[in-house]
């Protein structure tokens, strides 16, 4: 065991992580990865208005959250615009899709061979996302004035074509480098890449305000002290979970008789199964309904049911002071906090896989009745992380009240505080296999 030093532990155990090789190559190769893509993010494609761009990112609920997923390449119309929210869309689809199509069923059953060609699947339906996106995202930014002479016909198609497979190839290039990230470095690859984006905005956000004049100290430190009392909530929601305790029963042979052994473990049931999921499934609905009734809304539009849908599905707090809105988010995102949970709890199929490798839970018969009870659990325990989730999804409204000219994204802030605890995992592990001290006691 490492002796034990005077440092404090966590700066004993960064400290230790430097030291070891294998460590400490693994973290630099992340970290050049990471400006690597910091370094694309900043690669324009020509014919951009910059100003127009800017003001579109700041009034646009949809770009400002593919801005999110694409680590600020959007906001420099960069080669990267869309980031790696394709690979993501089709991840989703993936996943909903396994248990309607029985191929993918059969495929998610057959280990790593099965993941394989499912992973495979997913990389390919990344290119006609990747395709829809950019000719979409391209269309939104034409009707807002930010670039011109996008078509599918005449003189506008080859250049429309040109600049579709370029940030397509963005989108490729980051999958990749994330990837890379996955096979030699620290953490999950696409997440750190989106983690990296978040965090390098937040000092231009910070000095953006201060410039305008509309961020004062004392708001400043009211933004602090939310994000920070957010930041806790999702490390211990993140976190939490139900043991479900497990028995196995094992034989063995020896001198001709058979004994039965037994052991016992438990399976941890996590209170916020989904992630961030249901904050991007919510925030993709909520978008939806405003930006159809903008196609039937013209300037001189004073009144209708499309000038009125615009006004509920507005985020600013413009109209109703944004309270329809955030209202109808925190429905939505309980609802997909539900729904998202149960479809990963089909997937891992756990009652079956427990009944294969002989374990039970004790009082419950396998089988029908396993399932029920583990269906039970997730329901009950569900309640907390959707409610937990949902609240972290209205955030942004207090703090619109508080710093008009400062943001928080909701999903941003998951992925952050996610990213870092499983780094700090990983970390932790590799610490402890070379019988060093962890972050934690």
């Given at each position: 065991m490492a002796q034990k030093q005077s440092r404090p532990q966590l700066i004993q155990a960064v400290v230790d992580a430097i030291r070891l090789p294998e460590l400490r190559r693994k973290i630099i190769f992340t970290m050049v990865i990471l400006v690597i893509f910091r370094f694309i993010a900043h690669i324009p494609l020509p014919g951009i208005d910059v100003e127009a761009m800017q003001e579109l990112m700041e009034k646009s609920q949809l770009l400002g959250m593919l801005d999110l997923f694409s680590g600020g390449a959007m906001r420099n119309f960069s080669v990267a615009l869309m980031g790696v929210y394709p690979y993501i869309t089709a991840l989703i689809v993936i996943q909903l899709l396994t248990p309607v199509i029985p191929r993918l069923t059969t495929l998610s059953q057959e280990g790593e061979t099965g993941r394989n060609t499912i992973n495979r699947i997913t990389h390919w339906l990344i290119i006609p996302l990747a395709f829809l996106q950019g000719y979409g995202n391209l269309i939104i930014l034409q009707n807002n004035g930010v670039?011109?002479?996008?078509?599918?016909?005449?003189?506008?198609?080859?250049?429309?074509?040109?600049m579709i497979i370029t940030m397509t190839a963005g989108t490729c290039l980051l999958v990749w480098l994330g990837e890379l990230i996955d096979q030699h470095g620290i953490g999950n690859g696409v997440s750190m890449i989106i983690f990296a984006g978040i965090i390098s905005g937040l000092p231009e956000m910070i000095g953006r305000g201060y410039v305008t004049g509309e961020v004062n100290p004392g708001g400043l430190v009211a933004f602090i002290v939310i994000v920070v009392a957010v930041i806790v909530a999702i490390v211990i929601f993140t976190e939490a979970h139900r043991r479900i305790p497990v028995q196995y029963a094992k034989s063995s042979y020896r001198g001709g008789r058979m004994y039965r052994q037994s052991g016992s473990t438990y399976i941890p049931i996590k209170v916020n199964?989904?992630?961030?999921?249901?904050?991007?499934?919510?925030?993709?609905?909520?978008?939806?309904?405003?930006?159809?009734?903008?196609?039937?809304?013209?300037?001189?539009?004073?009144?209708?049911?499309?000038?009125?849908?615009?006004?509920?599905?507005?985020?600013?707090?413009?109209?109703?002071?944004?309270?329809?809105?955030?209202?109808?988010?925190?429905?939505?995102?309980?609802?997909?906090?539900?729904?998202?949970?149960?479809?990963?709890?089909?997937?891992?199929?756990?009652?079956?896989?427990?009944?294969?490798?002989?374990?039970?839970?004790?009082?419950?018969?396998?089988?029908?009745?396993t399932s029920e009870y583990l269906t039970n659990v997730i329901s009950r325990i569900t309640w907390a992380g959707a409610i937990f989730l949902a609240v972290v999804a209205i955030v942004p409204f207090f703090i619109q009240k508080i710093t008009p000219s400062m943001t928080l994204s909701s999903a941003g802030l998951v992925i952050v505080v996610g990213v870092s605890l499983d780094v700090m995992q990983q970390l932790e592990a590799q610490l402890l296999m070379r019988n060093y001290e962890g972050f934690i006691k």
């Amino acid at each position: 065991m490492a002796q034990k030093q005077s440092r404090p532990q966590l700066i004993q155990a960064v400290v230790d992580a430097i030291r070891l090789p294998e460590l400490r190559r693994k973290i630099i190769f992340t970290m050049v990865i990471l400006v690597i893509f910091r370094f694309i993010a900043h690669i324009p494609l020509p014919g951009i208005d910059v100003e127009a761009m800017q003001e579109l990112m700041e009034k646009s609920q949809l770009l400002g959250m593919l801005d999110l997923f694409s680590g600020g390449a959007m906001r420099n119309f960069s080669v990267a615009l869309m980031g790696v929210y394709p690979y993501i869309t089709a991840l989703i689809v993936i996943q909903l899709l396994t248990p309607v199509i029985p191929r993918l069923t059969t495929l998610s059953q057959e280990g790593e061979t099965g993941r394989n060609t499912i992973n495979r699947i997913t990389h390919w339906l990344i290119i006609p996302l990747a395709f829809l996106q950019g000719y979409g995202n391209l269309i939104i930014l034409q009707n807002n004035g930010v670039v011109s002479g996008v078509g599918l016909s005449g003189a506008n198609l080859f250049p429309t074509v040109t600049m579709i497979i370029t940030m397509t190839a963005g989108t490729c290039l980051l999958v990749w480098l994330g990837e890379l990230i996955d096979q030699h470095g620290i953490g999950n690859g696409v997440s750190m890449i989106i983690f990296a984006g978040i965090i390098s905005g937040l000092p231009e956000m910070i000095g953006r305000g201060y410039v305008t004049g509309e961020v004062n100290p004392g708001g400043l430190v009211a933004f602090i002290v939310i994000v920070v009392a957010v930041i806790v909530a999702i490390v211990i929601f993140t976190e939490a979970h139900r043991r479900i305790p497990v028995q196995y029963a094992k034989s063995s042979y020896r001198g001709g008789r058979m004994y039965r052994q037994s052991g016992s473990t438990y399976i941890p049931i996590k209170v916020n199964s989904a992630g961030m999921i249901p904050l991007i499934f919510g925030m993709s609905f909520m978008m939806f309904p405003g930006t159809i009734a903008s196609y039937f809304v013209g300037p001189d539009t004073t009144s209708g049911f499309a000038l009125w849908v615009q006004h509920v599905f507005d985020s600013s707090g413009n109209y109703y002071g944004g309270i329809p809105y955030w209202a109808i988010y925190f429905i939505l995102v309980l609802a997909f906090t539900f729904f998202y949970s149960i479809v990963m709890f089909q997937q891992q199929n756990l009652p079956d896989v427990l009944q294969k490798q002989g374990g039970f839970i004790p009082g419950i018969r396998p089988g029908a009745s396993t399932s029920e009870y583990l269906t039970n659990v997730i329901s009950r325990i569900t309640w907390a992380g959707a409610i937990f989730l949902a609240v972290v999804a209205i955030v942004p409204f207090f703090i619109q009240k508080i710093t008009p000219s400062m943001t928080l994204s909701s999903a941003g802030l998951v992925i952050v505080v996610g990213v870092s605890l499983d780094v700090m995992q990983q970390l932790e592990a590799q610490l402890l296999m070379r019988n060093y001290e962890g972050f934690i006691k």
